[in-house]
């Protein structure tokens, strides 16, 4: 597991798999952290990482997203968790994305998110994945400015 500073994102990477993963304390309660998390259609408004999201973030649906990283491509994801307001998880066959929200001891809320990809085909085509590091520095910021505001 990477070590994270605060907001500034780290990558594992292995053989097999890449684990990418930031934190930041964002003065604001859970639930507003994690009313951000769950809105799928105000993500762009907020969020400069992500293009599109379609469909509703809730247990066991399904969604579409389209992110800057590689805007060409729509990744079709699972919601595979769903405890509000503490613990998101989406993904695919290949990857999943985890958001945990913790409240800390003054009422605010630590915010992690970290992405595991991998599987027994992953050398083959690791070498085609940019780095998430920038990307999910940007989200965990713009997450923070949001939840911060709101």
Known sequence: MPEISDGIAATTSKTFSRETRVATTI?????TVWGLLTDAKNYPKWNSTVVSIDGDIAPGSKITLVS?????RTFKLKVKEFQA?????WGDAL???????????????????AEKIGGPVFPLFASKIPSFDDSF????ADLKAA???A
């Open 147 to 149: 939840a911060e505001k």
């Open 85 to 89: 307001p503490t613990k998101l998880a």
């Open 137 to 140: 520095t940007q989200f965990a």
């Open 68 to 72: 800057t990283l590689d805007p060409s």
């Open 95 to 113: 990857g999943t994305r985890t958001y945990t929200i913790t409240e800390t001891n003054d009422g605010r809320s630590r915010f992690e998110m």
């Open 27 to 31: 003065d604001a309660s859970p639930s």
